[in-house]
């Protein structure tokens, strides 16, 4: 996570010249060093921009107990190496403990990937009960998942939902699987379809994912299945491999769009590619019957056999069967290949499965 600082002159001081402003500063006013120091890292007030007097005075700011600066040069601390926590840490804690909510949001982000998680679950409760969106959000998340405190799933929804109607695209998506799923809330399609809406709009792939989903088998509303191209496509677009095998259904079976196999084979392969054991065992199919694609048994026998491999427990029962007789298919085309090209379709299926795994 790279923190992106806003330099704004303090407010009291914004119809200041920049004179009395450094005047104050040399004075030893807190408030008027952060603020000579957004002048020079802005260039504001006429003066040219200068990141060395910048950063000298945030650090005397800083030292001076101004929370803000304390946090500004935490998060360009972290910036600069995000491997080395601990001089972001020390600026975010002091920041934190004058309770400014962005320093309590990173510092218990920080202790989150540390896996410190009731260190987290303190500063995120700080943060989240002064309104931080993010921090609301990252609180439901360790209420959902039981990390650094029980697992509650009405808490969780609880601070999902505050943190949702502030707009945050996380927690809209999050909320909108807790009305899915009916966990901590009444399970409501109508609900979950509205919550994945305004994620999605904010170009959540997973939230696009879901509502394309919803369009698709008319959960919460009527089948609809240009609207699930749509949202696969957007979701599909940012990554998501279900979405790419979802859309490359949709392409396959020309529901939404036009029949195109070649389509098809676009998005199979991408999904493939991110070891998606649907999207791997139809690529397989596809090679084999030579559909929007030459006809290669050894890509064929490659992909099928890097599904075989595939130790994904969170299988649908349909892509289960699929494997049964994806192995049949194996079986036959290990019969039809020349040595040479079996040996190559193995290796094939090695680097596949490898690169699926990064």
């Not at 809330?185 to 979950?192: G, I, L, N, P, Q």
């Amino acid at each position: 996570m790279r923190l992106f600082i806003i330099f704004l002159l303090v407010l009291s001081l914004g119809a200041e010249d920049y004179e009395t402003i450094e005047k104050k500063a040399q004075a030893g006013d807190a408030d008027a060093q952060l603020a000579l120091s957004t002048i020079y890292f802005n260039g504001d007030l006429n003066e040219p921009k200068n990141n060395r007097l910048g950063l000298l005075w945030l650090n005397v700011s800083a030292n001076n107990g101004n929370s803000e600066a304390q946090f500004k040069l935490g998060a360009m601390n972290y910036n600069a190496d995000p491997r080395d926590s601990k001089s972001a840490m020390k600026w975010f804690t002091q920041s934190a403990k004058q309770g400014y909510a962005d320093a309590e949001f990173f510092l218990g982000y920080l202790y989150y990937e540390l896996q410190d998680y009731k260190a987290a679950l303190n500063w995120y409760r700080l943060a989240a009960k002064q309104g931080s969106a993010g921090a609301q959000c990252n609180l439901g998340e360790l209420y959902y998942s039981g990390n650094g405190v029980e697992k509650d799933f009405k808490e969780a929804a609880k601070w999902y939902g505050l943190s949702a109607v502030q707009g945050y695209a996380s927690a809209q998506s999050n909320l909108g699987d807790m009305y899915y799923d009916g966990e901590g809330v009444d399970k409501d399609y109508k609900s979950a379809l509205k919550w994945y809406t305004r994620a999605a709009e904010q170009k959540n792939p997973q939230a696009q994912y879901n509502l394309a989903y919803m369009h698709d088998n008319g959960e919460g509303t009527t089948t609809d299945f240009k609207s699930a191209v749509k949202w696969y496509t957007k979701s599909a677009d940012q990554g998501d491999a279900s979405a790419q095998f979802n859309l490359a259904e949709m392409y396959y079976d020309g529901r939404g769009v036009s029949k195109n196999y070649k389509t098809a084979v676009k998005w199979y392969t991408l999904a493939a590619k991110q070891n998606d054991l649907s999207g791997q065992l139809k690529l397989g199919l596809m090679y084999h019957a030579g559909r929007g694609i030459p006809k290669d048994l050894v890509e064929a026998y490659a992909w099928i056999s890097t599904a075989l491999e595939s130790k994904d427990e969170t299988a649908e029962t349909i892509a289960i069967l699929s494997l049964k007789k994806a192995g049949a298919l194996k079986d036959e085309i290990t019969k039809i290949l020349t040595k040479e090209d079996l040996q190559k379709a193995k290796a094939l299926a090695v680097e596949y499965s490898k690169s699926g795994k990064k």
